[in-house]
């Protein structure tokens, strides 16, 4: 049923709509269009060559040579310039397929599997390599970066043979690490549903000197406590399970709860320069692209 799913979603996502988008981001780049061939600036990686970027705080293994001294004596910190970088980047999406994906009718599953592929599709048209790793509590897909209509081809077969996990499987995006190796453009793609909101995980992948991007897709049954006159929750990917009183019970604690973990995951990718977004599936695909790309020019969610 959830492979029947996959692949008519995947259906959805035409040549004519992705073109259509194509013409959205023109729009974003205030613009600058899109060129197939030839270099060009890659507009979501940082260097030290091509059009100025922003300031940031000085860490170990910066470039000497980019400190300014002016905008350091005026922050009383040491600040580095960045710039957007020349050159094509390799670009690597995370997407989560723990059990937590599969809430409902897998409708988490379906628009992040529908995002993937139209960021895919984009980041190509921008000459950028594309990768992707599955991952729940380990990389249980990988398909290594390349570009191409070919290599669209090949994310596409990966996807469309791809279900969330139905049982198990916490999201532990950390381990991926190995897999990416350092440094280069990360995009994950959650529902961030984990005690920290993957804060952790997303540090480390930030002391490899990533550049980090976040979509996290949520689900209306996120947050809802069941209406029986009691029983048990299921954690579906830890397996803990908790008694509850429907009768003592807060029917909005779970909803607070959640709003918490996704305004404590935003204030955390604001902290860091992770530009983010959110949206539930009710969203259309082509929608949740469009907000997260504002969200991309932006800087934040």
Not at 53 to 76: C, K, V
Not at 149 to 162: D, E, F, I, S, V
């Amino acid at each position: 049923m959830v492979r029947t799913t996959v692949k008519s979603a995947l259906a959805e996502v035409t040549e004519g709509e992705l073109s259509r988008l194509t013409r959205a981001l023109n729009l974003l780049l205030n613009g600058r269009p899109l060129r197939a061939q030839g270099r060009r600036p890659a507009r979501y990686r940082t260097g030290y060559s091509g059009e100025f970027l922003d300031f940031q705080a000085y860490t170990s293994g910066d470039n000497l040579r980019a400190i300014d001294w002016r905008a350091t004596a005026r922050s009383r910190q040491i600040q580095v310039r960045r710039y957007w970088d020349d050159g094509s980047c390799d670009w690597t999406i995370c997407l989560d397929r723990s059990a937590s994906m599969a809430i409902g009718a897998a409708e988490k599953w379906r628009l992040a599997i529908q995002c993937t592929a139209a960021l895919s599709w984009l980041m190509l048209q921008l000459e950028n390599r594309v990768g992707l790793v599955l991952f729940s509590s380990g990389v249980d897909q990988l398909q290594p970066p390349g570009r191409g209509p070919g290599h669209y081809a090949n994310l596409l077969r990966l996807l469309q043979t791809a279900t969330p996990m139905q049982h198990g499987g916490a999201s532990q995006l950390a381990s991926c690490a190995p897999a990416i190796g350092r440094q280069g453009s990360l995009l994950i793609i959650s529902d961030f549903l984990v005690r920290d909101g993957m804060r952790a995980d997303l540090q480390t992948l930030i002391r490899q000197r990533h550049q980090i991007q976040v979509l996290q897709i949520l689900s209306p049954l996120d947050g809802l406590l069941p209406t029986a006159t009691g029983g048990r929750l299921h954690d579906v990917e830890s397996g803990d399970r908790i008694t509850i009183d429907p009768v003592g019970s807060d029917p909005l604690a779970p909803q607070q709860e959640l709003a918490a973990l996704c305004n404590s995951l935003h204030l955390f990718c604001a902290q860091h320069r992770i530009p983010s977004s959110r949206c539930d599936t009710r969203l259309r695909w082509k929608e949740a692209v469009l907000q997260h790309l504002r969200a991309v020019m932006t800087g934040g969610a």
